[in-house]
């Protein structure tokens, strides 16, 4: 996807090369215009929001012009009041899409005067199916590579049956890994085993329901962004379960703090040194990450 933040201050023709060879797939559809007046209209753009909250979550970006699925040139819509556009968008999502969706954002980037192109990005849901109930229609959707489609009963039941087990996934994956830490039943040592500890997961949900590996070579090319939570330097290596991360203690037979980040992308990362008498521990950008994270619903 493309990343409203990475674009947000940069002049058009740095836009443009942000985009040149993107092409839309299943988390991510561009459009010419942004169309909500007519009835048929906004039926369809509610099932383009909602089928990306029943699929993996995606981002649909408006004012750009495609080619046979690739991105081809920047148009922008016209908007005369950008707050009140949001305000209706807002509220016809609230009003027509149920379960609510909470898990969303709509940023809008200055293109020229009164030109803009729009991104409304919707993370994948807890709470699917997610139903369009307006003016007689009421539907689930989802998408795939080729864009959205309505789900039969067989669908339906699948998406509730993958909903409930991911719930229960995450839960159970999240106190058993707790319960190994907390009893330091793990391969690795902490040097202060009495210490209280700091446990972040970031468990996303293709990893409970998608086969799939990260490129871990491609990863360690960035290894500095991977520094376990509370510090700046680490030692990386691959491991058997993908790459880790550890701050080692007074010798390299305790650790302090490490990151685990398995291959299907689930990142654990442990700060066992809370409570000793000489921590010492920087905010670090983890803190901030957690706590944007929890402002999202994001970390679990």
Known sequence: MLSFKDIESLPMENVIEQFKGKKESKILDFKREINIEKIEDKKKFLADISAFANATGGQIIYGVIEKKGEFAELCGVEVQDVDLLRQKIENMLR??????????????????ENKYLIFIEISDSYSKPHVVSYQGLWRVYSRNSTGNFPLDIFDLKNLVLKSNELRGGLDK???????????????????????????????????????SELNLREILENSSLLNPIN???????????????VLYGKNYSVIDKYLQLYRDGIIETVDGSLTRSNSNTPKGVWLDYTCEGIDRKSVV
């Open 95 to 112: 009003d027509n899409i149920e379960p609510n969706l909470s898990n969303y954002s709509i940023n809008f980037k200055n293109l020229s």
């Open 173 to 211: 994956y999240r106190f058993k890994r707790i319960n190994s830490i907390i009893s330091d039943e793990l391969p690795i040592k902490f040097e202060n085993p009495s210490s209280a500890k700091l446990i972040v997961h970031v468990l996303p949900h293709s990893a409970f329901y998608e086969k």
């Open 231 to 245: 510090t700046d330097s680490s030692n990386v290596q691959i491991n058997f379960d993908g790459l880790f991360s």
